[in-house]
């Protein structure tokens, strides 16, 4: 009978290039995973179409498996206001508000959730991954951009989508122009992308962040003042970040995070050194990689999550 069937939830994790999606099971194991182009090249309209293309050939994969879609979740960049389901603003697809739950629940016949992807990834580090156990914690994404989800009591903090923007706290007055508009940024200093630009400006050749890190291991000189900006302005962020909302731990993911303990020794210790009366903080690599935005996608479209 098709109500013994197993349930599962169609997750997207939606990027300006790709979708990563698969179906998970309400363990939150992945139980099938693909890749769908975005297609944001052909305007907004146009991956909104595959948007519901990708639900719907996901949940036919689901009646092949004998599975029961119960549910979709679907996470973006952007400015996304998770309570009445509309992408207030994403500058990667086009999207300005946008009821993208109800266009998506109307199209597709299952019940939608949508969210923001980091903040969905941050939900997924707090329930599956190495935020686990902890209701007050901070992920913070070091990408091309530095993007931030605050778990407090459990729950992801949204601010009717503006929440966690830690990556556009002011660090360096007049400093690198950033894509918001502002200058000097956090994320013009210590995304994995200002590492790589701001050590090419310096040395006078192009290099990522990976290629700064190992020189930083190698002892370059350069490549060592350009860390040690990065890392005091992550911990002047975190300082402030501690100082208002108290996290237990922080959860690092991202790129600039594949350096591991090139970037949390000094980090931890730059913290450690600073603190005062704030409440002492764990700073910690995430473990879920990429599929924490899938997982994150997966938690919100329904699939029951682990006991804390």
Known sequence: MPESRESCVVALDVGGTRMKAGLVGTDARVITERLYDTGREDGPAAVTER????????????????LRPSGAGVVIPG??????????????????????????????????AIGHDVRAGGLAESVLGAGKGEPDLL???????????????????????????????????GGHRCGCGSRGCLETV?????????????????????????L??????????????????????????????????VVIGGGLAQSGETLLAPLRDLVTARTTYHRPV???????????????????????????
């Open 282 to 308: 764990e700073i910690v690599r995430a473990s879920l990689g990429d599929r924490a935005g899938l997982l994150g996608a997966a938690l919100i479209g329904g699939a029951a999550a682990p006991h804390r």
């Open 190 to 214: 210590a995304s994995a992308s200002a590492v790589g630009r701001r050590y090419s400006e310096r040395a006078g050749r192009t290099a990522a962040a990976h290629d700064v890190a190992a």
């Open 51 to 66: 948007l519901v293309g990708a639900v719907r050939d996901l949940s036919a994969q689901a009646d092949a498996r004998d």
């Open 79 to 112: 400015i996304i206001d998770e309570a009445d389901g509309v992408v207030r603003s994403s500058a990667n697809i086009g999207w300005t508000d946008f009821p993208l739950r109800d266009h998506l629940t109307a199209h597709t016949d299952l019940p939608v």
């Open 216 to 249: 930083v291991e190698a002892g370059d000189p350069t490549a060592l003042g350009v860390w040690n900006d990065a890392v005091e302005a992550l911990a002047t962020a975190i300082l402030a970040y501690m100082t208002i909302c108290a996290p237990a731990r």
């Open 139 to 173: 992920f913070l994404a070091l990408g091309t951009g530095i993007a931030g989800a605050m778990i407090l009591e459990g729950r992801p903090f949204s601010g009717n989508g503006y929440g966690g923007e830690i990556g556009h706290m002011l660090i360096e007055q």
